[in-house]
């Protein structure tokens, strides 16, 4: 039997349950995702509206315990799977996500579920509340980065809700907050070329206290000099990555693409 990486702290609070399942605002319509649904507690109040409710669990044991509680569900499916590793494609053409997805493995499973989606209309997921602060974050404020930057760059993030602790068996040492994450249509801004600027965000990042003229020297030989001071496409290199816009790293994205073209 697989053991959990770093164990999971299971929601047992019933009315935060509910509050969940009405913010992701789901209908018998929908086809509903819930990745590590524990003991059932989301999974109960899920059952009651969408169809199907395809639970994903690791954990054999949970899952026995899940098939015992959900038998009777006609609108109920488990798989046994690792959700850092699922193939998503096959649970169908278009699927909402409704989670408490477990605290190790939570920025891997959103970043696996944006490779797929162009499948799903929306996840409405709990994390721990530094990494959703981390998802929303803007130029400027110290949780920027560049996981901000994918989030924001594939999906619309609007944070719905804070949990406080006492809502978990065992309480973790951290408050929580509930997500929703909706895949754009397009990227929210256009560029030449992903590979590019994902490149240029991640190195803008790699030393956060640097300037980007330090950053960015793989770039070097495009760097121009205006009044004392360094430029690439327009802007000024002795800022910081965590002062631009993912407007700003379009614009450094495209200059270099163009030339690289």
């Given at each position: 039997m697989k053991k959990r990486p770093l164990g999971q702290n299971f929601l047992n609070d019933q009315n935060i349950a509910r509050e969940i399942v009405r913010l992701a605002g789901i209908t018998s319509d929908d086809a509903v995702v819930e990745i590590g649904p524990g003991h059932g507690v989301l999974t109960q109040y899920l059952l009651?509206?969408?169809?199907?409710?395809?639970?994903?669990e690791i954990d054999a044991k949970l899952c026995a315990e899940l098939k015992n509680s959900f038998s009777d569900s006609e609108n109920f499916r488990l798989i046994e799977a690792d959700a850092t590793k699922f193939d998503y494609s096959s649970l169908g053409a278009k699927f909402?996500?409704?989670?408490?997805?477990?605290?190790?493995?939570?920025?891997?499973i959103v970043k696996r579920l944006i490779?797929?989606?162009?499948r799903i209309t929306d996840m409405t997921v709990m994390l721990q509340k530094e990494?959703?602060?981390?998802?929303?974050?803007?130029?400027?404020?110290?949780e920027y980065g560049s996981l901000s930057v994918f989030i924001q760059f594939h999906c619309e993030a609007k944070r719905l809700l804070e949990i406080p602790?006492?809502?978990?068996?065992?309480p973790p040492k951290i408050d929580s907050s509930l997500i929703q994450?909706?895949?754009?249509?397009?990227?929210?801004?256009?560029?030449?070329?992903?590979?590019?600027?994902?490149?240029i965000v991640h190195a803008a990042f790699f030393h956060k206290r640097?300037?980007?003229?330090?950053?960015?020297?793989?770039?070097?030989?495009?760097?121009?000099?205006?009044?004392?001071?360094?430029?690439?496409?327009?802007?000024d290199l002795s800022r910081r990555g965590e002062?631009?816009?993912?407007?700003?790293?379009?614009?450094?994205s495209n200059f270099i693409q163009a030339q690289h073209d």
């Open positions: 009651e509206t969408a169809n199907p409710v395809t639970a994903l909402k996500v409704v989670s408490n997805l477990p605290y190790y493995a939570a920025t891997h490779d797929y989606r162009s990494v959703v602060d981390r998802f929303v974050a803007q130029p400027g404020q110290k602790k006492i809502a978990f068996s065992p994450l909706t895949p754009r249509a397009q990227p929210a801004v256009q560029v030449e070329s992903e590979n590019t600027f994902f490149k640097k300037m980007l003229k330090n950053n960015l020297k793989a770039w070097e030989n495009r760097f121009e000099q205006k009044n004392g001071s360094t430029h690439l496409a327009g802007i002062t631009l816009s993912l407007a700003d790293f379009a614009q450094l």
